[in-house]
């Protein structure tokens, strides 16, 4: 391979451009792995035909749109794509491209590998470096990469522990265009993607298998929960006491076990319906208002003191009325059971500037530990300290906050002290109504 045109960027701006790669690549993959159930529900897993990988090629837009748009910012090339491997492992399918003509791939089934010399050499691992593209038979489709204006590429394998996921190409409009330390360049950017896709892929079959276990779990937990009733009530002849304290710790285990299984089936559904629900302007002083009452009865029950300071006059916001009770009763139950007895609750809901709603929800409870802050919105956290004072409890509450907060365009903050309590603050977006000259 030649020397690099002089307009290639120089190796300050490709470091730079890695940088700023390996970044998008971390904020697009980071909330799917923080959050991998919001990616998979029932709807998503139905419309895939039941294909894993046909899901990641559909729900990782931003990891390989980020991937494709970098890469040829970076080579300083018209074109980048990549394509992943199919289900049977025979075809790669076009996942993402930048810089290429919508012709070139929409009437594609697939490049069959069998047919693509290029391909199947890099799907065993070798790079693919043509610096001048004048042999068809590389290629299955040689007449369209010829209309595409594609003179030179460099193909590598999107690999983790030597298992390939797919092929990603840099493509130029100059032959001769890069030089064996472009290739070695392109191969970081090659791996930092290919790690990205595979945490992806991994989340996603996690998030599956539980999704699943927790559909085949639940019968036989109503049933074994129905006959241990059944004898701890006697109705199987008597029970000691030593008996009876047994058969009340399992059954409450049990019901512990029962509400996760419950709650992942709900959060299932939430995010189902999610996408689907139509937001439009709610006044959010009413939503809350109508909590007060059950929330102060759950607190005095608790000997823990609940107030509520509500704006009245407060503008709308562009949102659901179940949403926005969803958001505010999981904050407050939180913050009521995490409160020892005689502490307090504060609820606030104001203005927040001009462009802002803000609630907030403060408690004089056990407080958050600063190292587990940053998972509070991972699927099945708790912290040790959380653990300890309340046994019951499925580490999903705050998931379902930030995935609201996300589909509302809002923002959530935590403040918290050890021993002296927790604030959560959010923000919600004011729905700004259009103008009549808008709407004209």
């Not at 089936?265 to 629900?277: A, G, H, T, V, Y």
């Not at 609630?359 to 530990?369: A, L, Q």
């Not at 940053?374 to 995935?403: D, I, P, Y």
């Not at 959530?412 to 709407?439: A, Y």
Request: net charge neutral.
């Amino acid at each position: 391979m030649a020397t690099s045109p002089s307009n290639f960027p120089n190796p300050p701006e490709k470091i730079s451009g890695l940088a700023d790669l390996a970044e998008n690549l971390w904020w697009s993959w980071r909330p799917r792995a923080r959050m991998p159930f919001k990616m998979l529900n029932r709807q998503a897993w139905k419309e895939s035909g039941h294909n894993p990988d046909k899901m990641l090629r559909e729900l990782s837009p931003e990891i390989l749109s980020a991937a494709t748009k970098h890469a040829a910012q970076i080579m300083g090339v018209k074109a980048c794509s990549i394509k992943l491997l199919d289900n049977g492992r025979e075809k790669l399918l076009f996942a993402s491209t930048f810089g290429l003509s919508e012709s070139y791939t929409k009437d594609k089934e697939g490049i069959e590998i069998a047919k693509s010399p290029i391909n199947r050499k890099i799907i065993e691992g070798s790079l693919g470096a043509i610096g001048k593209i004048d042999e068809k038979d590389y290629f299955q489709y040689p007449e369209d990469i010829r209309k595409e204006g594609i003179a030179a590429m460099i193909c590598l394998p999107l690999a983790v522990e030597r298992m390939v996921l797919g092929v990603f190409c840099v493509y130029s409009a100059e032959s001769h265009y890069f030089s064996d330390d472009d290739a070695k360049f392109f191969a970081l950017m090659a791996d930092l993607t290919a790690l990205s896709i595979e945490n992806l892929k991994r989340d996603q079959e996690k998030s599956w298998f539980l999704l699943k276990a927790a559909h085949q779990l639940r019968s036989p937990l109503n049933t074994v929960l129905s006959m241990l009733n059944l004898v701890r009530n006697q109705h199987c002849g008597p029970v000691t006491q030593k008996q009876a304290t047994t058969l009340n710790r399992s059954v409450k285990r049990l019901k512990i076990l029962g509400d996760v299984v419950a709650d992942l089936l709900k959060l299932d559904i939430k995010r189902s319906n999610l996408p689907k629900i139509v937001l439009h302007p709610v006044t959010p002083a009413a939503v809350l208002n109508r909590l007060r009452d059950p929330y102060r009865i759950l607190a005095a029950e608790k000997r823990v003191d609940v107030t509520f300071d509500i704006e009245e006059s407060l503008p709308s916001v562009l949102t659901d009325e179940q949403l926005l009770d969803d958001l505010f009763s999981n904050l407050i139950a939180n913050a009521v059971k995490y409160t020892p007895p005689h502490g307090t609750v504060r609820v606030a809901l104001a203005l927040d500037n001009s462009k802002w709603v803000r609630f907030e929800v403060r408690d004089t409870g056990i407080g958050i530990p600063a190292k587990d802050i940053a998972h509070l919105f991972e699927e099945f956290f708790r912290s040790t300290n959380a653990r300890q004072m309340v046994e019951e409890g499925t580490g999903l509450g705050l998931v379902v906050v930030k995935e609201i907060l996300d589909r509302l365009k809002g923002t959530i903050s935590v403040q918290s002290t050890v021993g002296e309590g927790t604030c959560f603050t959010c923000r919600l977006p004011i729905f700004d109504r259009p103008s009549d000259n808008e709407k004209n």
